[in-house]
Nanobody, 121 residues
Framework: QVRLVEFGGGLVQAGGSLRLSCAAS????????MAWFRQAPGKEREVLAA????????VYARSVEDRFTISRDNSKDTVYLQMNSLKPEDTAVYYC??????????????WGQGTQVTVSS
């Protein structure tokens, strides 16, 4: 049974940083591409970044490409999202997800429960 659990959300002031982690279990982690999404109240879910199986390739949504960095550590079955220069509009629930294909438009099969990020002005 695949399980993804996000950590690291919280309250931060505008301009600050957070690093989210997503730990996977029940899966051969290196067989899956991973991505981060977010959903703000009243808005559609938005894909932010994706990382390939090895971690060598990454791709970002334009809204975050200069501020967020996705990475993974296959020895720890964990994917990360480093978020810098946070803005109030980054406030959302953040989710990680896994896919057997790579890319922002891939079909993501398994999802974590989400972690809340709140950025105060």
């Amino acid at each position: 049974q695949v399980r993804l659990v996000e950590f690291g959300g919280g309250l931060v002031q505008a301009g600050g940083s957070l690093r989210l982690s997503c730990a996977a279990s029940g899966v051969t982690f290196s067989n899956y591409a991973m991505a981060w999404f977010r959903q703000a109240p009243g808005k559609e879910r938005e894909v932010l970044a994706a990382v390939s199986w090895s971690g060598r390739r990454t791709v970002y949504a334009r809204s975050v490409e200069d501020r967020f960095t996705i990475s993974r550590d296959n020895s720890k079955d964990t994917v990360y999202l480093q978020m810098n220069s946070l803005k109030p509009e980054d406030t959302a629930v953040y989710y990680c997800a896994s896919s057997q294909t790579y890319g922002l438009g891939a079909s993501y099969d398994y999802w974590g429960q989400g972690t809340q990020v709140t950025v105060s002005s």
